[in-house]
């Protein structure tokens, strides 16, 4: 069983930053795909990056060139970098961590955005 922590939401005005931190329990991080998700009131959870093991990075179009995801294995972290930050980001940021077939979430950390 992996435990994925979350921290470093908040309130932040538009156009400002966040960096959200995902430190996972165990010893598998470095072979798994990692990775946020977000979920907006009324909404589905949608994929905000992901990164695989080899380093390989995915990110959603509305957050491109302005999130950075990425990983330290040393540390079994897992970092999202969100500048540029806008309203409609405003959401429960989901830890996401992926190895062969089993999936794993964190609890969600809120960050939201003012306009």
């Known amino acids: 069983q992996v435990q994925l922590v979350e921290s470093g939401g908040g309130l932040v005005q538009a156009g400002g930053s966040l960096r959200l931190s995902c430190a996972a329990s165990?010893?598998?991080?470095?072979?798994?795909?990692v990775g946020w998700y977000r979920q907006a009131p009324g909404n589905q959870r949608e994929l905000v990056a992901i990164?695989?093991?080899?380093?390989?990075?995915n990110y959603a179009d509305s957050v491109k060139g302005r999130f950075t995801i990425s990983r330290d294995n040393d540390k079994n972290t897992v970092y999202l970098q969100m500048d540029s930050l806008k309203p409609e980001d405003t959401a429960v940021y989901y830890c996401?961590?992926?190895?062969?077939?089993?999936?794993?979430w964190g609890q969600g950390t809120q960050v939201t955005v003012s306009s």
């Open positions: 996401y961590l992926r190895i062969i077939t089993a999936e794993f």
């Open positions: 165990g010893s598998a991080f470095r072979l798994s795909d």
């Open positions: 990164v695989a093991r080899g380093g390989s990075t």
